[in-house]
């Protein structure tokens, strides 16, 4: 009766053990999956952040571009019309 006794509750122990471990590696491998979705979308808003940032960047390089060239445009435009008006008042 001893043996029988003994016998069982290793059996209960072994069991409840084994039971709290797959309940463990369930937990773990749940948590591991979901940092996983976590991580991927976290590098996709990054990498949207990141297009969209570039895209404002090269906006805001054209409009500076822009600005640049009018104002060349227009100190060229002035420059050229003071040389005319030098020479115009030299030929007189």
């Known amino acids: 009766m001893k043996k029988l006794m003994l016998l069982t509750v290793l059996t209960v122990t072994m069991l ?30 990054v990498a949207k952040d990141i297009k969209s940032e570039g895209v404002d960047g090269v906006k805001d390089m054209k409009d500076d571009l822009n600005d640049v060239a009018k ?20 030929k007189k």
């Open 16 to 45: 409840t053990t084994a039971s709290a471990n797959f309940s463990f590696m369930g937990d773990m491998i749940r948590d591991m999956t979901d940092a996983a979705k976590e991580m991927k979308n976290n590098t996709i808003d």
């Open 71 to 90: 104002e060349v445009k227009d100190d060229a435009s002035d420059t050229a019309s003071e040389t005319v008006k030098k020479s115009k008042e030299s």
